[in-house]
């Protein structure tokens, strides 16, 4: 069965950082991307950032780049969100998600339907 757990959140005030994992289970991470989204109260899904398991590739929205990091750690079966200079507009709940590896196909890793298995999120609160 494919599980993916997400831990990290938490309350930060604005300007700190957070590291989010996503810990998976029940499938070979080689073959998949990793993708991130989040959800603010009353907005739709948004897309965070995305990794490419199979050569590392990863890409970033306009709102994170420069703030956010995502790596991956295969040998762990283990996804890392590292979120620095966080703002309140950053308050959502964090969902990792797993599909198919994209390869050149990038702007798969956008969209939330290339995603097959989703965990369960984690809240994540900026104060001001």
């Known amino acids: 069965e494919v599980q993916l757990v997400e831990s990290g959140g938490g309350l930060v005030q604005a300007g700190g950082s957070l590291r989010l994992s996503c810990a998976a289970s029940?499938?070979?991470?080689?073959?998949?991307?990793i993708g991130w989204f989040r959800q603010a109260p009353g907005k739709e899904r948004e897309w965070v950032a995305c990794?490419?398991?199979?050569?590392?590739?990863?890409y970033y929205s306009d709102s994170v780049t420069g703030r956010v990091t995502i790596s991956s750690d295969n040998a762990k079966n283990t996804v890392v969100l590292q979120m620095n200079s966080l703002k309140p507009e950053d308050k959502a709940v964090y969902y990792c998600?797993?599909?198919?590896?994209?390869?050149?196909?990038?702007?798969?890793?956008?969209?939330?339907?290339?995603?097959?298995?989703w965990g369960q999120g984690t809240q994540v609160t900026v104060s001001s």
């Open positions: 998600a797993a599909g198919t590896d994209y390869g050149s196909r990038w702007y798969l890793g956008l969209i939330a339907e290339s995603y097959a298995a």
């Open positions: 029940g499938f070979t991470f080689d073959d998949y991307a």
């Open positions: 990794i490419s398991s199979s050569d590392g590739s990863t």
